[in-house]
């Protein structure tokens, strides 16, 4: 069953976010058949899966190790280590909640009026690994590109802990018909393994891979300029990446991290993307921006300061098997001019 209601928000009017997203502003999307989506048990060799740390061993990529390693315990403990216990039966209830489409009207007098009524594809956060199957990923792909954006914007994580299954996500994601392009910026999880051989496969695919960089497309005799940024843990570092991509003239930016929106608004940049959080993955009934991302100011749905917006969608995967008030999502944004 399908269910739509849109809402606008025009920048520099007061709407709080649970207005913004608590009260089912999306169509609900529910597959029929989950059997056919088990979960990936098979081992594949991984990297660094010796205990030994190699002597020749650089100490970047000695710190890069140690990092994987405590994401692949953290993994164990709260990703696929509940599953387990349970016998399979708590991730199974957990891809079975599937996802929604959530559509977003947003209007700014700094988005370029030539681009009214651009529709942007939002995508985030596949996690694809043992909890998330390639087959989850691909529907929600699909299911992006039955929507015919006119722009795909990916916010990172596409992996969970490395690459293996990435390729049909990344493949399926070029395809997509979009006429003013496909982008993507890497996330945590994408850095911990081969961020190299990711964004080989994005490029590979048609996606335009952005690291601290812009992109102008021109359409119609107009510009839209297309930024994003890698991923950072602090805002500080962000505001760094954020400075080096967009220069004096961005009207959309893309980051992992929705801290980046602090040095977006500074700059005037009009539209910012971002994911990452999971909205929490927990939050309170009507309260989406009450929930466990706890480190995070902004952590789930639409916000606005000084003409500039920013939308941190929930994504598509997880990295624990649960979800409490906190769908996993496809954000469809419509972006007007709203004139001064």
Not at 77 to 95: A, C, E, M, Q
Request: proline share 6%.
């Amino acid at each position: 069953m399908w269910v739509a209601c849109p809402y606008v928000v025009a920048i520099g009017k007061q709407a709080s976010v649970a207005e913004l997203i608590g009260h089912g502003n999306c169509r609900s999307f529910f597959p029929h058949n989950r059997s056919r989506l088990p979960l990936l048990r098979k081992h594949h060799p991984r990297p660094y899966d010796s205990l030994a740390m190699p002597r020749t061993a650089t100490k970047e990529r000695r710190a890069k190790i140690r990092r994987y390693r405590r994401a692949r315990i953290r993994h164990f403990l709260f990703t696929t280590g509940p599953d387990r216990l349970s016998g399979g039966r708590v991730g199974r209830r957990h891809l079975a909640q599937g996802f929604v489409v959530r559509e977003i009207e947003i209007a700014s007098p700094l988005w370029p009026a030539e681009f009214d009524g651009l529709r942007i594809g939002h995508i985030s956060d596949f996690h694809v690994g043992e909890l998330h199957p390639v087959d989850q990923c691909l529907e929600a792909v699909e299911c992006l590109a039955a929507n015919e954006p006119d722009l795909v914007a990916c916010t990172g994580d596409v992996v969970d802990l490395d690459t293996t299954y990435a390729g049909p996500i990344v493949a399926a994601l070029g395809r997509i018909k979009a006429p003013l392009g496909k982008f993507l910026v890497l996330g945590n999880h994408d850095e911990l393994h081969d961020p190299e051989t990711l964004t080989g496969m994005a490029l590979e695919s048609g996606l335009t891979a952005l690291s601290n960089e812009a992109v102008e497309i021109n359409h119609n005799g107009a510009q839209l300029v297309v930024a994003g940024i890698e991923w950072a843990t602090s805002a500080v570092k962000c505001a760094s990446y954020v400075d080096r991509a967009c220069g004096q003239l961005a009207h959309l930016l893309l980051s992992h991290n929705p801290k980046a929106f602090l040095r977006a608004t500074d700059l005037g940049i009009a539209v910012t993307l971002a994911g990452h959080t999971h909205g929490g993955q927990v939050a309170l009934k009507n309260r989406p921006n009450a929930n466990l991302a706890i480190s995070q100011r902004r952590s789930a749905g639409l916000f606005q300061s000084n003409g500039s917006a920013l939308y941190v969608t929930t994504g598509i995967g997880a990295w624990f098997p649960l979800r409490v008030n906190c769908p996993a999502e496809i954000a469809i944004i419509t972006v007007r001019h709203q004139p001064a």
